[in-house]
Each structure stands twice: as structure tokens, then as C-alpha cells.
């Protein structure tokens, strides 16, 4: 034995008997081992797993594991290499990985990792060794891969009975099946439903294994036909914590079908409307249905929201962001106390719009407690062409607090260069909306309402608006048939100007020559050639003793008709001559005309007065008797003639049956089949 | 494709195209409004308006704005998705023509391929109004039955006449409906039609103050009032469409796909 194999010797004697001959470390939290191995130059060896934790999950691939080395005395171990094995718990080696260090004298560490997603769901070792020619140490420490987050839905129906406008209930049960809590789960559900939107549901406390959640949404939208739809569902979340994409669960549908009401309607134009739909935890009062508007002009509205629980809400409102240039919230986000209710404005701009009819999409979120209730309410909006120098009317009809009445708010603006005097606003209500008037209350100027030809006509009086001035008018219109006919309200204004247009041709004004304290009648006749059915009214004013019983009078004129109006009137007793104003006023057009009006003194009449003595009653009577039966015998005579001529005059204007009319169309017919026959 | 009685038994769509050799008889209102009464009854209805000449359709529902429509199809410059516009009141569904001064020209290929699209689309419905006068014989074959418009003046009766002939001659369904009846001294007498019409007449439409209206306020008349007497007249035609054609009841083909309309038991009666 040479003298450095002796040493070694020593060496190797002296560290067993000296040193403990192993040390181990170990806790529950910790999974740091060290072991103490006195040849050659003995090192310690220790390692820790990722965040020190006992337990990984395969999704997040290759796992580091750090180690160091550290020379127990004061030597230098040479360079060595390593091996990490993960050994599953019957024993057979899962994956085996390389490791080195070069020759040390002092502490160093490393890392080695392994490849979780290889792993299967278990318990395992990884067990870590370096050795050279002379020395070796190795460290084990246990861990356990878990399954992530999986969701499985199970159980997917429908509320049983549906019918046409009615909410859907969606029943779902959400399992987790995973040894993971998941984050950020969404709930979606789907449907070949018309219009029918995706929506979802925030899902966020499902813990883990053996957990299971069942859902229940109450959505409106999804039955507005008869006829059988399939719904989807399906959720989206993340496998963990540090997860960055979404995994989407199966897929699950259910058939159900949505059946007209159990009554038979009465008409086909009673469409049951569709309610507001609820929030969760929150209430719309108001919902915009319908805005009309002019280019280059910005409209109003309102979204009314209210909190119904015992918390404080949060309601976010979003539209798309294509739509921000265009559409403005007064709010964005508004926390909602308990019981609070809420208007956020909407302000809509339709610059840059041509005309058309535009949906705008509102967004509506509610959060409370962490739960998240999302609802997208559609505006219609249509913008028409814009006539220059004319007041701007702007319709907007809107739906309130889930009871389907209407609330339509007009307003009127005067652009720079207009002002309104004694003008006129008329919205027009079409008579298949409501039952009766006493279905609509109209305010906010001074109106009166009349009804004809299929439409209710309000009537807002004007009486001065200024440059750039606005008025509103409201109509509260209660339990609407349709939302449809909601649409056609229209408003138009009547704004006298002195232009003489061209649509209202005037064709003849005639006035008697009146005499004092006598009666008469001026007669007019106008042509309106316009290319709508509009309004025109027709007004006439005189000097203080003339009495014109119907001043003004307003009558619906359809494209080329001739209009003839009488305006009776009652002469004071001033004689003379002096002239009437007469003025024809029709939407974008007016006249005014001058009537020569002629009032003769009556003739002085002369009378021979005889003084008689007062008769008894029954002369009286008998006077009176005498002249009634007089004019009820003419009454009667005149009544006949009247009824004869008018039932002959029906007579003779009614279709007749007529034969030779009859050969006529034979023979015609006869030629025609001749002709084509000659053709074939 | 089989015959029922007067009627065709068809595959989904049913193709009714409203016709007439005279203009102005009404065949623009009475398209409009059955489409209408259609939709309401919960069909789905598909509105062309094929006017090469004076298409008018826009002008009754407000959507005289719209561009491109049947030219587009006509000319294959869109898809039949692309050319479909809604009308928002009635969510009725509409292919408008422009309005244009010069008559958008059409030859028989052009538009054998637009009725093949209208024919494979998915609606319950399509109802064609067309220009006056007589068409191209592939339409014939494409169609699945015609209502020839006519007034009750000689004019237009000898004109619904001839093209009764025409339909009856190429073997397409055809009914006769008189349109603005107001039984005045110089009309044909309604009897008088009965007795020399040969074919079937599907409604008599009474003459009504409410059709202008609506066409000034781009309301259809059987929204704006639906209890008159015009609009009772439609009601019962749609009625009487839906009876005897065999389309199948609203709803119950609302979603049947291409392949499933031709599963045994699926789409239109047998």
C-alpha cells in the first residue's frame, strides 16, 4: 500500500468515525432533503420542488427543480453527474433526466426539470443523485400530480311549457371534476331561436372534486315564434390559477318547442309583445325601443334601471366600440344602493349616418357579490333625409317599468335661421295601438286630440319657438297592442310662412254680400297637389263684427284632391266694405289670400204696428198648433223627397247586372281563345 | 311537385307571383299586404319586388332608400342574403328594387337563375310582385301559382282575361282577385264576373280611403287598421291561401333545414 492509498484510507475511516454518518430534512411544507456521504470529499445534496409544493399539475409542462451541493469539509469534489428519476408508486421509473456540476469547493447549485404533462394522475418520487469515482449522494422527496380543473355539464333542459314571448328557464348542472377550484368559468347558452343572443353567465365559485353547482337562467328572447328550437350550452374556464386560455367543456343541447298562447287570438295583429327583460338582481324601468332623427342631429334617451335587493349593485353600460363616435352614456358605471333607482341618458349623434334604419346594441352589466348578469338591449334607430331651414322633430318611443306601456317623447327644434309662430305639431297614433283615447294621456304642450282615417291625431299647439330653441311633448300611451305599430308613430309640423307653394293650388273663393246682422257662407276650394296624405288647415279672420263661427278648420287631404271648406259667419251692424284673411297652411307650405268682404246696411222696413188686445190661452195654443202642424207637414214632404232621391240616386249609381255586357265579355273572351290558338 | 285540386302542393318555399297585364290595378298593394297578413300569421315570408318598370314596394314600407335588391340578384352582383333587407315594423323580409327612371332590362337566363335562388331559399313564402304585362315562359315553370289582379272596368278584366288565358295555357295555377270594388253604376257587376270568369276568384277587395293613407304614412294598411274592411278582405285571402295551398301550418316547418324538408313526415303536407 502506497502512502497515498493510505491517506485515502484514513481519510475515508476518519470520516465514518467522526461525522454522523447521514442527516435528513424533511417537513410537510419543505420538501428539502440533505444527505451527507463521507468519500472522497464528502457534499450535501438538497433540492426543492417548484414553490415548494408537493403537488403539480400536469397542464404546466416541464417542472424545474433546483438542488444544491456544498463540500462537508474543506476539500474540492470533483465533477460529477446526475440523474433525476421520477418513480411512480409501483415502482417502474415515469421519466429520467440528466444533471451535472463541475468540480466545486464551495456551494452550488443547479436545476433539472422534468415533464409533468407525461405524467399520469398519482403519487410519485423524484429521486436526484450526483457520484463521481469517489463519492455519491442522492435525495428523494414524494409528490403528487392532480387532475386540473375539468368541468362536465350534465342535466340540460328547458322550462317545460313555453309559448310565444314567454321567458325560458334553462336548467344546468355544472361538475367539477377536477382536483383544481377553477377561475373564471362563463356559463353560455345558446339557440337556433330568431334574434336569439348568446348569453352568459359568470360561474365562479364551483370548488373542487366532488363538487357540483346547478344553474338556473330565466332568459327572455328565446321563444319569439312558435316552433321548435335546440339550445346549446357549454362553459368556458381556465384549468387553474395561472392558466391563460380558456377551455371549453362539452357541449350539451335540448329540443324544446314554443307553442302559440292556449287562447286563439283574436286577430293576428295581437302579437303578444315582447316584455322587458329582467337582469338578475337588477330591474330596467325604461327601455328605449325606437329613436327617429334627421342627419347632423343628436337625439336623447333614457335607460332607467333600478336595484330591487338588500345590496349594492354595480351596473356598467358599454356599447360597441364602432359605435362610440356615434352613441355617448351620460354614465358608464354607476354603483346602485339598494333599492335605488337609476336614468342614464343616451345620446345619440347621427352625423355621418345616412339614412337608414340602424340597431344599436346597449350592454348592460349587473355585479353584485361577484356575479355577473349581462343583458344587450337593442335601440332601433332610423335616420331620415334632412329638408334645410326647417324645425328638426325627433320621435322617441320607449317602453317603461316591465308593464309594456308606451312613452313616446317628441321633440322640436328650431335650427338658426327658423322661428315658429303660432305653429303646429301633429303626432300620428295609428288607431290599431290602443282601444280608445282614454288609453293615452298627451302633455307637456298644450294639445287636443281628434281621430280619423285609421289614425289619432294630437295636435301641439306652438304658439312662439325661437332660434335654436327646443319643447318637448310626451304621450304616455298605456298597454300598446303591438310594438310594431309603435314604429309608425310620426310626427309632422305646420309652421305658417309666407311663401306661397306650389301643392296648395287655390280654385275658388267665393263671398256673399252680407248684409247687417245677416248670415252667410264663404265657400273655398283648393287643389292640393302634395305626394303624401297631410294635414291642411284652413283659417279665416275678419274685422271685430264679422263672427266667423269656424274660424279654423283642419281636414286630411290626400295627394290631388280637391278640398272645399265653408266658413259660416254672422254679420255685425257696421255696413262697409273690408277684407278677410284667409290662410291655407299644409306642411313646407302656406298662402294667405285676401277676401273682399261686403256688408250691405238690411233694408229698412215699413210696418204698420196695431195695438191688439191680449188673447186667451187657447187661442195661443191654437196659433201655435196650427203653425207647427204647418211646418211638420213640410218637414215631412221635404224628409220624403229627400229619402226618394237619395234612394234612387244609390239606386241608379250601384253595379247592375247587365247581359249584354255579359255577351260582350263571351264574345271578347272567344277572340282571345282564337288568338291563341292561332298562335299555337 | 303535385297537383291539388286548383291548388299546387309544393316543396318549401311557395312561390305566389301577383300579376296583371294592366298597371295600376293594385297588384303593389295587394302584395304588400298579404305579405303582411302572411308574416303576422307567424310565416315566414319573403317579399320581392320585381317591377322592373315602377317598382313600388319601397314607396308602401318606407324602404325606398334601399339599393341594388332584385337587380343585384338579377345580374348575380349579390347573394340572396345580401339583397334581403327587413322591415323593422313587421320584421318581414324584402327584396326592393330601385327606383331609377330607366326599367332595369332582364333576360330569360337571368331570371330562370333568380327563381331558382327565391326556390331554394329557406322561406315559408315568397310572393313576387311583378311589372305588367307578360313575362318569359321559364317563369312558369318556376312559380307555384299565380293571382292575377284585375279592377271591375273592362280594361282591366279583358287584360286578366287574356293572361288567364296565357297561365291556363301553360298549365299554371292561376286565381282571379278584383281589387277596389265599389259597386258604382259604371263597374262591372261582381256577378257578371262570376259568370264569365272561368277559373277560380279568390278575393273581391273592396275600393277603401285606407289605402292611400297608408301608402302616404309607409304603413301597410292591414297594420295600420287592421278591422276595416280592405284589411278583413286580405285577412280572408291569406286565409284562403294558406287553406288550400297546403302550406303547412305556421311553425310547424318554421325550422326545418334543407336536408330535413326532405325527410318522410317533414315540411309541407303530402
Same mark, same amino acid.
Given at each position: ?172 348542472? @355544472? &361538475? =367539477? !371534476?377536477?382536483?383544481? *377550484?377553477?377561475?373564471? +368559468?362563463? /356559463?353560455?347558452?345558446?339557440? $337556433? ?129 364602432? @359605435? &362610440? =363616435? !356615434?352613441?355617448?352614456? *351620460?354614465?358608464?358605471? +354607476?354603483? /346602485?344602493?339598494?333599492?335605488? $333607482? ?142 310594431? /305599430?309603435?314604429?309608425?308613430? $310620426? ?190 | ?270
Amino acid at each position: 500500500m502506497n502512502l497515498h492509498a493510505m491517506l485515502m484510507s484514513f481519510v475515508i475511516f476518519a470520516s465514518i468515525a467522526i461525522l454522523p454518518s447521514y442527516s435528513f430534512a424533511s417537513s410537510n411544507s419543505s420538501s428539502t432533503l440533505s444527505a451527507n456521504v463521507v468519500v472522497g470529499c464528502p457534499f450535501s445534496l438538497s433540492m426543492d420542488l417548484p414553490s415548494n409544493s408537493l403537488t403539480v399539475i400536469p397542464e404546466y409542462g416541464n417542472y424545474l427543480i433546483s438542488y444544491e451541493l456544498k463540500p462537508l469539509v474543506n476539500c474540492r469534489v470533483p465533477g460529477m453527474d446526475g440523474k433525476l428519476l421520477i418513480e411512480s408508486s409501483n415502482g417502474s421509473i415515469a421519466e429520467s433526466e440528466s444533471a451535472s456540476v463541475k468540480s466545486f469547493n464551495s456551494l452550488v447549485n443547479g436545476t433539472v426539470g422534468f415533464n409533468a404533462s407525461e405524467l399520469e394522475i398519482g403519487n410519485y418520487n423524484a429521486s436526484l443523485g450526483f457520484k463521481n469515482n469517489q463519492t455519491e449522494n442522492s435525495i428523494t422527496s414524494a409528490f403528487t400530480v392532480l387532475a386540473p380543473v375539468s368541468i362536465v355539464l350534465k342535466n340540460f333542459t328547458v322550462s317545460s311549457s313555453v309559448t310565444i314571448g314567454s321567458p325560458v328557464n334553462f336548467y344546468i348542472e @355544472l &361538475s =367539477n !371534476i377536477g382536483n383544481y *377550484s377553477p377561475s373564471d +368559468i362563463e /356559463l353560455f347558452i345558446n339557440s $337556433t331561436a330568431p334574434g336569439a343572443r348568446i348569453i352568459t353567465n359568470d360561474v365562479k365559485n364551483i370548488t373542487a372534486y366532488p363538487s357540483t353547482e346547478n344553474v338556473t337562467l330565466t332568459e327572455y328572447g328565446f321563444a319569439g315564434k312558435p316552433g321548435t328550437y335546440t339550445a346549446y350550452a357549454y362553459a368556458e374556464y381556465k384549468k387553474s390559477a395561472h392558466g391563460r386560455n380558456y377551455t371549453k367543456s362539452n357541449v350539451l343541447n335540448f329540443t324544446y318547442t314554443v307553442n302559440l298562447p292556449s287562447h286563439s287570438a283574436p286577430h293576428p295583429i295581437t302579437v303578444p309583445p315582447t316584455p322587458i327583460p329582467k337582469i338578475p338582481k337588477a330591474n330596467l324601468t325604461t327601455v328605449p325601443l325606437y329613436l327617429t332623427s334627421v342627419p347632423n342631429a343628436t337625439i336623447g334617451t333614457s335607460i332607467g334601471i333600478s336595484n330591487p335587493s338588500n345590496s349594492t349593485e354595480t351596473i356598467n353600460f358599454t356599447v360597441p366600440s364602432y @359605435l &362610440s =363616435n !356615434i352613441v355617448k352614456l *351620460s354614465e358608464n358605471s +354607476i354603483a /346602485l344602493s339598494a333599492g335605488g $333607482t337609476v336614468s342614464v341618458n343616451l345620446q345619440i349623434n347621427s352625423r355621418n349616418l345616412s339614412s337608414g334604419i340602424y340597431n344599436i346594441p346597449i350592454n348592460v352589466t349587473a355585479t353584485l357579490n361577484n356575479r355577473t348578469s349581462v343583458y344587450t338591449d337593442y335601440v332601433t334607430y332610423s335616420v331620415s333625409g334632412k329638408e334645410p331651414n326647417k324645425p328638426v322633430i325627433n320621435t322617441a318611443v320607449e317602453l317603461l317599468n316591465n308593464t309594456n306601456d308606451g312613452y313616446i317623447v317628441v321633440s322640436i327644434s328650431t335650427p338658426s335661421n327658423v322661428t315658429i309662430t303660432n305653429g303646429t305639431a301633429i303626432t300620428y297614433l295609428p288607431q290599431g295601438l290602443i282601444p280608445n283615447e282614454s288609453y293615452m294621456d298627451a302633455y307637456g304642450v298644450p294639445n287636443n286630440i281628434t281621430e280619423s282615417n285609421g289614425y289619432y291625431y294630437i295636435e301641439w299647439h306652438i304658439s312662439k319657438l325661437g332660434p335654436n330653441q327646443n319643447i318637448y311633448a310626451y304621450v304616455y300611451v298605456k298597454r300598446p297592442s303591438s310594438q310594431l /305599430l309603435m314604429s309608425g308613430i $310620426t310626427t309632422n309640423i305646420f309652421v305658417p310662412t309666407s311663401s306661397t307653394a306650389s301643392i296648395l293650388r287655390l280654385l275658388y273663393v267665393d263671398s256673399p254680400t252680407f248684409r247687417t246682422y245677416g248670415n252667410g257662407t264663404t265657400e273655398v276650394e283648393l287643389l292640393y297637389t302634395g305626394s303624401y296624405a297631410e294635414n291642411i288647415t284652413f283659417g279665416l279672420t275678419g274685422p271685430y263684427y264679422m263672427t266667423i263661427h269656424n274660424s279654423s278648420q283642419t281636414v286630411l287631404a290626400v295627394p290631388n284632391q280637391v278640398l272645399y271648406i265653408y266658413f259660416n259667419q254672422h254679420a255685425g251692424g257696421i255696413a262697409g266694405t273690408s277684407n278677410e284673411k284667409l290662410y291655407i297652411t299644409a306642411p313646407n307650405a302656406a298662402l294667405n289670400y285676401s277676401v273682399a268682404l261686403i256688408v250691405m246696411p238690411s233694408p229698412v222696413n215699413t210696418t204698420t204696428t196695431t195695438t191688439i188686445k191680449p188673447n186667451a190661452l187657447a187661442t195661443a195654443l191654437n196659433s201655435i198648433g196650427n203653425v207647427a202642424r204647418k211646418y211638420f207637414i213640410v218637414l215631412i214632404i221635404v224628409a220624403l223627397a229627400i229619402i226618394l232621391s237619395l234612394a234612387y240616386y244609390s239606386y241608379n249609381n250601384k253595379s247592375h247586372y247587365k247581359r249584354d255586357r255579359i255577351d260582350r265579355i263571351e264574345s271578347i273572351k272567344k277572340q282571345i281563345k282564337r288568338n291563341l290558338d292561332e298562335k299555337r | 311537385m303535385k297537383s291539388d285540386s286548383n291548388f299546387i302542393v309544393s316543396d318549401r318555399p311557395y312561390i305566389l307571383r301577383i300579376s296583371a297585364q294592366k298597371g295600376g290595378v293594385g297588384k303593389t298593394t295587394i302584395a304588400v299586404n298579404l305579405s303582411v297578413a302572411l308574416k303576422l300569421k307567424g310565416y315566414s315570408v319573403l317579399l320581392v319586388d320585381a317591377d322592373a318598370s315602377n317598382p313600388s314596394v319601397g314607396l308602401h314600407l318606407g324602404l325606398e332608400n334601399s339599393t341594388g335588391g332584385f337587380i343585384d340578384l338579377l345580374k348575380g352582383k349579390a347573394n340572396l342574403e345580401y339583397t334581403v333587407i327587413t322591415h323593422g315594423p313587421t320584421g318581414l323580409a324584402v327584396i326592393c328594387s330601385p327606383i331609377s327612371m330607366q326599367a332595369f332590362g332582364m333576360n330569360e337566363h337571368e331570371v330562370e337563375v333568380a327563381y331558382n335562388t327565391l326556390k331554394k331559399s329557406d322561406y315559408d313564402i315568397v310572393i313576387v310582385d311583378t311589372q305588367p304585362g307578360y313575362f318569359p315562359d321559364v317563369i312558369t315553370r318556376k312559380i307555384d301559382h299565380t293571382l292575377i289582379v284585375t279592377n271591375p272596368d273592362m280594361p282591366s278584366y279583358m287584360s286578366a282575361l287574356r293572361l288567364s288565358e296565357y297561365f291556363s295555357s301553360r298549365k299554371v295555377p292561376n286565381m282571379l282577385l278584383v281589387n277596389r270594388v265599389s259597386n258604382k253604376k259604371y263597374e262591372i257587376n261582381i256577378k257578371e264576373i262570376r259568370e264569365t270568369y272561368e277559373g277560380e276568384i279568390a278575393a273581391i277587395v273592396p275600393e277603401d280611403e285606407i289605402v292611400p293613407v297608408s301608402i302616404a304614412s309607409k304603413i301597410p294598411a292591414f297594420l295600420l287598421s287592421p278591422k276595416n274592411r280592405f284589411s278583413k278582405a286580405i285577412l280572408d285571402l291569406a286565409e284562403k291561401l294558406i287553406e288550400e295551398s297546403g302550406i303547412p301550418k305556421a311553425g310547424d316547418s318554421a325550422y326545418i333545414t334543407k336536408t330535413d324538408k326532405h325527410k318522410p313526415g317533414a315540411g309541407r303536407k303530402k
